[in-house]
């Protein structure tokens, strides 16, 4: 079940450049949860976002969770060929019970 | 028409038993995945199989058993359950090769008492 709109769908970046990939929904998020996933392998956890704001960088990539909680964005500064993948979030849409939907997922490509 | 389907969406049951989830994908794709959604909600892999044998096997224990009947169909069985089994398992899928998008199922939430 995706039900979170990711944006763009595909990404074809020159090493160097920033990039921005979104993640939009039309419910409130209660926790959103961006990952990555390689070429033949699984998913690797990014970042977790739960406060409306909310701002978490790691290395390269910074991510951020807008004050309505509806929205959010990662952010790849000077993209290296390391960073191609496919970049997914998830999320908890429903405060106390149980619901975890997914994103549509962006593919990265990062030409050297 | 649901693209990953998994079944039961929940599951409670009593430690010591043996339960299995089944899930079953239509879109053709070669390789199909289990995760566990652990407490903090992160998903882990546990077992990925393409075109019916197995290419991920992280660390978990023997007593869960992946059965891929055909390149459609990724199975979980669990024998022995444990309380710390409790947790959401999600199957997914996906084409290797250019275009790897994941298609997730919806998610079996297992309770053991």
């Known amino acids: 079940s995706q039900e979170l709109e990711q944006s763009p769908q595909s990404l074809i970046v020159q090493e160097g450049k920033n990039l921005t990939i979104n993640c939009t929904s039309s419910?409130?998020?209660?926790?959103l949860y961006w990952y990555k996933q390689k070429y033949g392998e699984g998913l690797i956890f990014l970042m977790m976002?739960?406060?409306?704001?909310e701002e978490k960088s790691h290395e390269k990539i910074t991510a951020k969770l807008d004050e309505k909680k509806q929205q959010s964005s990662l952010h790849i500064t000077a993209s290296q060929p390391s960073h191609a993948g496919i970049y997914l979030c998830g999320a908890d849409v429903a405060s106390g019970t149980y619901k975890y939907i997914f994103g549509t997922g962006t593919r990265l490509k990062v030409l050297a | 028409d649901t693209a990953v389907s998994q079944t039961p969406k929940y599951l409670v049951t009593q430690m010591g038993n043996d339960k299995s989830i089944k899930c079953e994908q239509n879109?053709?794709?070669?390789?199909m995945y289990w995760y566990k959604q652990d407490s903090k909600k992160f998903l882990k892999i546990m077992f990925s199989y393409n075109n019916k044998e197995l290419i991920i096997n992280e660390t978990v224990p023997n007593r869960f058993s992946p059965k891929s009947p055909d390149k459609a169909h990724l199975n979980l069985h669990i024998n022995s359950l444990e309380l710390g089994d409790s947790a959401v398992y999600f199957c997914?899928?996906?084409?290797?090769?250019?275009?790897?998008?994941?298609?997730f199922g919806s998610g079996t939430q297992l309770s053991v008492l």
């Open positions: 419910k409130t998020l209660y926790g």
């Open positions: 879109l053709g794709h070669d390789t």
């Open positions: 976002l739960q406060k409306g704001g």
């Open positions: 997914a899928s996906s084409q290797l090769g250019e275009d790897e998008k994941l298609f």
